[in-house]
C-alpha cells in the first residue's frame, strides 16, 4: 500500500500540488510523507485532507495527520482510508523524529495497513517499518532519504514493494523554492521514477505550486494561503488519461 499508493496519491494538498517532491520541507502531513524533516518542530499540529482520485465520486480518499512536540523531537501520528464499499484500504502509522544536531535530523515510523474486497474476497494485513533523515546544507538548500520497508504479511497474502526516496529542495530568497526526487523501488511496474516541484510566494501568506512525476506521469497545480496559525491548500493532479485529481487540505498549528 505504501509503496504502489503513494506514488499516486499523495496525502496533503500542498505536496500533492508539488507532485510529491519536497520531502525536504517541514509540513503538516510530513508524517505521511518524511517525518524527519519536521523534527525541528516546536509546537503541535493537525491536519486534514481529502480527494476524489480522477473526479471519480464513489472513490474517496482521505486522512488525518498530528504532529506534537515531545521530549527532545516530534511524535507524529497519521490514518488514511482510501476505497469505497467494495475496496477498502486503510493506513495507521506512528513515528518519532529527533535532531541529532542543528543540521541533521532522523526518524523512524512504524506502520499497519489493511486491504479489504468485498464478495468473499477478505481482508489482507502488512507492518511496515519507515526511516528518514533529513540534512541541511545550508539555510536554503537540504537533502533527504526515505526508506520504506514493508514487513511479511500478518493474514493473507498483500504483495508491497520495499521503497527508497531520495530528495532535495533549494530556496531563492523568501520567493521561490525547487524541489526534487528520485524513487526506486521493487515494483516491477516502474523501478525508478522521478518528482519535480515548484513554489512560488508573490506574497507571504499565499503561494502558487507546479510539479510533475514521471511514475503516473501527471502534472499538478495548487495554491495555498496561511494566516496565524491556519492554513489551507487546494491542488489537482492530471493524468493525461485518466483526468483530474482534486484534493483539499487544512492545518491548524502552533510552533
Known amino acids: 500500500f505504501v509503496g504502489e499508493n503513494s ?24 508524517g505521511f510523507n518524511n517525518l524527519s524533516a519536521s523534527a525541528q518542530f516546536k509546537g503541535s499540529s493537525y491536519a486534514f485532507y481529502g480527494q476524489i482520485p480522477y473526479g471519480i465520486s464513489e472513490i474517496k480518499d482521505a486522512g488525518v495527520s498530528i504532529l506534537q512536540h515531545l521530549g527532545t523531537g516530534v511524535m507524529g501520528v497519521v490514518f488514511q482510508s482510501y476505497g469505497n464499499t467494495e475496496f477498502n484500504r486503510q493506513r495507521m502509522n506512528l ?32 507492518l511496515w517499518t519507515n526511516i528518514g533523515a533529513t540534512y541541511d546544507v545550508r539555510k536554503d538548500w537540504k537533502w533527504a532519504a526515505v526508506i520504506d520497508l514493508p514487513a511479511s504479511a500478518l493474514k493473507n497474502s498483500e504483495e508491497l514493494p520495499a ?20 524513487i526506486s523501488t521493487t515494483n516491477a511496474q516502474s523501478s525508478v521514477s522521478y518528482g519535480f516541484g515548484l513554489e512560488y510566494f508573490p506574497a507571504e501568506v499565499f503561494a502558487i ?4 512525476n514521471t511514475f503516473w506521469q501527471t502534472w499538478s497545480l495548487g495554491v495555498g494561503a496561511r494566516l496565524k ?14 483526468g483530474i485529481t482534486p484534493q483539499i487540505s487544512f492545518t491548524y498549528g502552533r510552533n
Open 209 to 212: 505550486r507546479f510539479g510533475m
Open 163 to 182: 521503497k527508497l526516496r531520495v530528495g532535495t529542495t533549494y530556496s531563492f530568497g523568501e520567493q521561490v523554492v525547487l524541489s526534487a526526487q528520485v
Open 7 to 30: 506514488a499516486q496519491n499523495v496525502s496533503g494538498a500542498r505536496m500533492a500540488a508539488l507532485s510529491g517532491s519536497a520531502i525536504t520541507q517541514v509540513d503538516a502531513f510530513s
Open 95 to 126: 513515528g518519532y523524529a529527533i535532531p541529532l544536531s542543528n543540521k541533521f535530523n532522523l526518524s523512524g515510523s512504524f506502520g499497519y495497513s489493511s486491504t479489504r474486497i468485498s464478495n468473499g474476497y477478505g481482508k489482507a494485513h502488512t
Open 229 to 242: 496559525n491556519y492554513s489551507f491548500d487546494a491542488a489537482a493532479v492530471v493524468h493525461p488519461q485518466l
